[in-house]
């Protein structure tokens, strides 16, 4: 089993930013593959970006709504995943859950994802 705890949500003005940490513990070593999700009130879970601990490679969601704003990152030797959240909108208001994998691909289904975390709330006030 791998543990996930998110920290670091909190509420924000617009334009501000936000650095999420996801420390994982446990059986670590079966999980190649980090990635951090969002749920906004009344929609879906959505994948944010993932990355590979093994050499850092990352991957960001396909819309512009995150790309060239959120930056995802690790700390091998601490057992960390970050979300460094800048120029943030009311839009990205969300509960943010950080996942792991064991399988190497960086993939963006909740579904390819074994290990969850409980989730951290942040909230863009305009």
């Known amino acids: 089993q791998v543990q996930l705890v998110e920290s670091g949500g909190g509420l924000v003005q617009a334009g501000g930013s936000l650095r999420l940490s996801c420390a994982a513990s446990?059986?670590?070593?079966?999980?190649?593959?980090m990635a951090w999700f969002r749920q906004a009130p009344g929609k879906e879970r959505e994948f944010v970006a993932a990355?590979?601990?093994?050499?850092?490679?990352?991957?960001?969601a396909d819309s512009d709504s995150v790309k060239g704003r959120f930056t995802i990152s690790r700390d091998n030797a601490k057992n960390t995943v970050y979300l460094q959240m800048n120029s943030l909108k009311p839009e990205d208001t969300a509960v943010y859950y950080c996942?792991?994998?064991?399988?190497?691909?960086?993939?963006?289904?909740?579904?390819?994802?074994?290990?969850w975390g409980q989730g951290t709330q942040v909230t863009v006030s305009s």
């Open positions: 990355i590979r601990w093994s050499d850092g490679t990352t991957h960001y």
């Open positions: 446990g059986r670590t070593f079966s999980s190649n593959v």
């Open positions: 996942a792991a994998r064991g399988g190497y691909n960086l993939a963006s289904t909740e579904s390819q994802y074994e290990y």
